[in-house]
């Protein structure tokens, strides 16, 4: 049993957004970090490897200094990574990005009793994608939102948290799970294995060693191939201070309803 | 010539920030305030593998390089002394005693005990009329058989009554002066062994410091560390790499402050402008990193040294006196800053003033460092 991890280096956004002058991301002048949901998605993983003796290999696609995130990843726990990086693979949008993802996992060789787990969804893009994307590319079942999480043999029970409550469902190995915060703490790396993590293998796939997989079209792959292209980034200007009104009456809730009509919001 | 830290030494930088930042930085105040040893987080220290993580892999720890070991200690310090100060006792100066004179069965009982096992360790040297000049030590061990019987106390120990393993230098021959001081390594459930005084400082308030006491204590024979007569050397030798975490922990307080002097004077404002911008301000805040960049790279070097298995007795020495001092002049200066505000709990300066002050004075005052770097000078 293995369960591949796919994650995401992405800006650091508690600190400043930089946007170049063409309206993208300036992602060089910004810290980065491993996404957040991607942590919970390693710990999710890294829990599973304690308690089954499983092997885990974290999958990046990005450019190589991404590499330094997946050794920090290797001294959490986990066995091996790979990096997927090319320049035909770069400005990828989230369609364009599961098929590499998809064709690196098929790479890598599923199982029938692998997992492949992700992030709920990068916080540079929002947009929750590439995860169920990359399980409709594999033709296996995914599960989205996980925040609880039990491996009986090949069967996996999972509590999906949803806006208004929870949805517990059972699902069978190989399959697809996106994680999210309440699931796990992720843990931090170890003195051991920040000190083996350089030891342990680290794989580049480029556009040579996956071109060959039906889903490496080159139609379909990296900003050429990308069916969302992005118009302008911006940081939103900063949004007034709020009118708190005093007061549960009808005279306030008939302020209120006056103050909703003049903006047009009622 | 290489200033650039390993790969490794980098990651343990980035872990020990995230740690300290999430789980010591919550606590310090507290933990100052109610006299608590940090508990928890040591347990959460020995999961992640700081605790001891200079012991070598085959014997339990993680066989990390003593930059590294300065690095989690300095890291640690910037938000609690009290803690870096556990760290810095437990690894430098019972772990490394061990490491260094301890044969292959000591090595083989302890080691793993104080990494894997979770055991604290600490190290008994002071004793009311032995400070300074530790030579003047009146605990006493005599061979009885295949035991010692150990008589005495030892006051000021770092981690005293929490610790599980002591190195303890005890007289074995009262007529041959430091000659006759031998090292030994005894356990707090040895007969005869008990806490005294917990002692109530003016700062370190997590740290657990105390008096032991060694009444008719029985400590087996094969717990001599070292050779018999040796001892003074053995703690000479330990305190010159003590000395390396007390640096790193002196940086830690000084760093710790300087940035919480960069983000409130940048943030109050006094005659319609922040006090970053006045120079008097900016030229103290820049004598505050000046200092913080010559410390860190004096205590790195003396690390290396000892990592490299180098002569290191003077660099320690000059790495422990520079940052010690560098931490209370930055303390006092940053606590003024913050004007009325600094001197109240409502903020960390206080705090971090008292606890840079026993910098200058534990393992070797100011004025011992200036003796053992004189000393290293051929006059």
Do not use: W
Not at chain 2, 243 to 254: D, E, F, H, T, V
């Amino acid at each position: 049993m293995k369960i591949i991890v796919c994650v995401k280096q992405v800006p650091d956004t508690s600190g400043k957004v930089a946007v170049n002058p063409d309206g993208t991301l300036d992602r060089a002048s910004m810290q980065t970090i491993t996404n957040p949901d991607d942590m919970n998605a390693v710990e999710a993983a890294l829990k599973l490897k304690d308690e089954t003796g499983c092997m885990v290999t974290v999958v990046t696609m990005g450019p190589p200094p991404a590499m330094g995130m997946l050794r920090e990843l290797m001294a959490m726990g986990a066995d091996s990574a790979v990096l997927v990086s090319a320049r035909e693979f770069g400005g990828s949008d989230t369609y364009a990005t599961s098929q590499i993802l998809a064709a690196a996992i098929k790479r890598i060789g599923l199982e029938p009793d692998d997992i492949v787990m992700c992030g709920r969804q990068a916080i540079d893009g929002d947009t929750a994608q590439v995860g169920p994307q990359i399980a409709e590319k594999l033709g296996m079942p995914q599960v989205t939102y996980v925040a609880e999480m039990h491996k009986t043999g090949d069967t996996i029970t999972v509590k999906r948290m949803l806006e208004d409550g929870y949805m517990t469902i059972k699902v069978q190995t190989p399959c697809l799970l996106t994680c999210i915060k309440e699931l796990n703490t992720p843990r931090y790396m170890s003195v051991a294995g920040i000190y083996s993590t350089y030891d342990k293998p680290l794989d580049t796939f480029n556009y040579e060693s996956l071109k060959d997989d039906s889903l490496i079209d080159p139609a379909t792959i990296g900003l050429k191939g990308s069916p969302t292209n992005i118009f302008k980034s911006f940081t939103p200007p900063l949004k007034g201070a709020g009118v708190i009104l005093e007061g549960d009456g009808k005279e306030t809730c008939e302020k209120l309803a006056g103050i909703l009509a003049e903006k047009h919001i009622i | 010539m290489d200033f650039n830290l390993t790969r490794e030494q980098e990651l343990i930088r980035k872990m020990m920030k995230d740690f300290t930042e999430n789980e010591v930085k919550p606590i310090a105040a507290e933990t100052d305030k109610t006299c608590q040893y940090p508990r928890e987080n040591i347990e959460k220290l020995f999961n992640l593998g700081i605790m001891g993580m200079i012991v070598p892999k085959e014997y339990g720890g993680a066989g990390a390089d003593d930059v590294s070991s300065a690095i989690a200690i300095e890291e640690l310090s910037k938000q609690c002394a009290s803690t870096g100060d556990i760290v810095a006792t437990h690894n430098g100066l019972c772990c490394g005693p061990i490491i260094q004179h301890g044969t292959e069965d000591q090595k083989k009982k302890y080691l793993p005990m104080l990494t894997t096992g979770r055991k604290v360790g600490a190290f008994a040297l002071t004793e009311p009329n032995a400070g300074s000049d530790a030579s003047k030590g009146q605990t006493e061990a005599k061979l009885d058989g295949d035991h010692y019987v150990m008589n005495g106390s030892k006051i000021f120990i770092t981690n005293g009554y929490v610790a599980d393993v002591f190195v303890v230098f005890a007289m074995t021959d009262k007529t041959k002066g430091t000659k006759g001081i031998s090292a030994f390594i005894v356990e707090s459930s040895f007969p005869g062994f008990s806490v005294g005084k917990h002692e109530e400082k003016m700062g370190l308030h997590g740290s657990p410091t105390a008096e032991i006491v060694f009444t008719d204590c029985i400590v087996p024979k094969e717990n001599l560390l070292g050779r018999e007569g040796k001892g003074f050397g053995i703690a000479m030798q330990t305190l010159d790499g003590g000395r390396i975490g007390i640096a790193a922990q002196s940086l830690g307080i000084a760093e710790g402050a300087l940035h919480e002097a960069v983000e409130y004077t940048k943030g109050r404002v006094q005659f319609g402008k922040p006090i970053s911008k006045f120079q008097n301000t900016q030229f103290t805040l820049a004598d505050m990193e000046l200092g913080c960049e010559a410390g860190r790279l004096l205590t790195y070097k003396a690390a290396k040294l000892k990592s490299d298995g180098l002569r290191f007795t003077k660099e320690a020495a000059m790495a422990k006196l520079f940052c010690s001092e560098h931490a209370m002049k930055t303390t006092t200066k940053a606590l003024q800053m913050f004007g009325g505000y600094g001197y109240t709990k409502d903020y960390p300066m206080e705090r971090m003033m008292r606890d840079a002050k026993i910098t200058e004075i534990y393992e070797g005052t100011s004025e011992v460092q200036r003796i053992v770097i004189s000393a290293n000078m051929g006059l």
